[in-house]
């Protein structure tokens, strides 16, 4: 059925209430819980959405947990093995290399 002045069907009103729901329960208190009850209890549709909404919640956050990257191994490249190159040009910052007739 169609809301002649918002023109919602009674699934989009039960998701709208649902998201309402989801985001007063964590600081609810014990008339809330109550009336949150008597919301479910009212129509399966509010069951059916806030069931919905939960799971959506729950795939969205663990879609934006970052991953545990602290028991991976880290990358190595494959020419990381050899050893690095010698550095002849702080020699030839330091007064240059020896000529060759006297580096014998």
């Known amino acids: ?7 919602q069907t009674n ?3 039960a998701a709208d209430e649902a998201v309402a729901w ?21 129509d399966p549709a509010h069951g059916d959405a806030y ?7 729950a795939e969205l956050d663990d879609a ?7 028991d991976t191994v880290p990358f190595t490249a494959a020419n990381d093995d050899r050893a ?8 030839a910052a330091f007064g240059g290399l020896p000529p060759r007739e ?3």
């Open 1 to 7: 059925m169609v809301d002649e002045w918002t023109g």
């Open 11 to 13: 699934v989009d009103a």
């Open 22 to 42: 989801h985001l007063r329960l964590p600081g609810a208190g014990a008339e809330e819980w109550h009336a949150f009850t008597d919301w479910l209890e009212a």
């Open 51 to 57: 069931d919905a909404l939960t799971r959506a919640d």
């Open 64 to 70: 934006l947990t970052p991953p545990d990257w602290s």
């Open 84 to 91: 690095a190159p010698r550095r002849r040009w702080a020699l």
């Open 102 to 104: 006297l580096a014998s």
